[in-house]
């Protein structure tokens, strides 16, 4: 059974990808996930305010500094300068597996912290992910501010590095698939669809926020299953599915969609890293059900170039599913 294939230009084994979790904070988890048939690993995100607080500490030092201070904090500045702990994270995981460690950047404006890519780089990291996770409350943001702001930290990100970069995004755009297309001639690499957002609710006791993390259902991947059938094909970058992956057969309907790399959290969260096994054993066992003898053979056949633009993924559809009367729930 052929399982291979290609992500951000890099060659995997299957395409069972673990998201950006705190799982992969563990060394013996990436070993774990690695030997339960993850083909890569994406650590947890660093965060632009990290990095810059961290920035602003040594600024804020050399502003007060004496000559003792300065000379120790020359060399830190050049050895050190964003959070180390997580340079030294992707260098102990690729010391650790073979697999492809992908590091996670998440931040929202072009400052200084961009820079932090370099080292990432510099650290062993196979590629990058680019976390934009952008609320735009401010009302005086238009959304084509919005959409040159994740342009402008993809080009400053690109220029800062050789590895590959994916950017994970948000579905809440106007033009969702506009927004991939300007990305992918800016130069992207791939596309994680899509980034999970977490809104607070409120407790009507306490009148508090409450920040809670709901894990995610399978119900959640008819999102990005569906932008991922509509762009496949039809752009440079690759494409990688994140939302809702329960069981292999979430996994197989991101493949029919178009995916080249479907990721999961939630599940391994769930049931701990072994349920990678049930997910890689679960998606042979359906391959070889249909007799099919590669990933090649399935991939992109039920999406919408595959399918034709009228049948199902346009409007045509919604009229339907409003007048087809098959409710569910
Ligand atoms: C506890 C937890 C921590 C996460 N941390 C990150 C993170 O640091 N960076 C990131 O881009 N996504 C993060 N995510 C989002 C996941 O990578 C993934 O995109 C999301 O959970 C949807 O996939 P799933 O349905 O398989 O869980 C996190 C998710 C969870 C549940």
Do not use: C
């Amino acid at each position: 059974m052929d399982l291979t294939t290609r992500y951000l230009g890099l060659n995997l084994k299957n395409p069972l990808v673990a998201s950006a979790s705190p799982l992969a904070l563990d060394i013996g988890n990436i070993r774990q996930l690695e030997d339960m048939g993850a083909s890569a690993v994406v650590l947890p995100s660093i965060f632009e305010e990290d990095i810059d607080s961290e920035i602003e500490d040594i600024e804020r030092l050399m502003a007060v500094g004496n000559s003792e201070t300065l000379s120790y904090l020359s060399s830190a500045v050049a050895d050190n300068v964003g959070p180390k702990h997580y340079l030294g994270l992707i260098r102990r995981a690729r010391a650790a597996v073979d697999i492809p460690v992908i590091a996670s950047l998440n931040g929202t404006s072009r400052t200084g912290w961009i820079d932090y890519a370099r080292q990432i780089e510099e650290a062993g990291a196979s590629a990058l992910e680019l976390n934009v996770y952008f609320l735009p409350t401010d009302l005086s943001l238009s959304g084509s501010e919005v959409e040159a702001r994740h342009i402008d930290i993809l080009a400053a990100v690109k220029q800062a590095v050789a590895i590959p970069v994916a950017v994970k995004l948000s579905p809440f755009f106007s033009s969702v698939g506009h927004m991939v297309q300007r990305l992918d001639q800016a130069g992207a690499d791939g596309f994680v669809l899509f980034n999970r957002f977490y809104q607070p609710d409120i407790d009507l006791e306490d009148l508090t926020l409450v920040r809670d993390l709901k894990l995610s259902n399978k119900g959640e991947i008819r999102l990005p299953l569906l932008w991922i059938a509509s762009l496949a094909g039809r752009i440079k970058g690759s494409l990688a599915a994140s939302s809702g992956v329960q069981s292999a057969a979430e996994v197989m309907k991101y493949l029919f969609a178009g995916a080249d790399v479907v990721m999961t959290t939630s599940a391994l969260l769930r049931h701990g890293v072994g349920f990678m096994k049930t997910l890689h054993d679960g998606l042979v066992a359906d391959l070889i059900a249909r007799e099919v003898n590669s990933l090649a053979e399935i991939r992109g056949r039920m999406s919408r170039t595959a399918l034709g633009a009228q049948e199902a993924y346009d409007r045509v559809n919604y009229i339907r599913i409003l007048r087809g009367g098959k409710y569910i729930g």
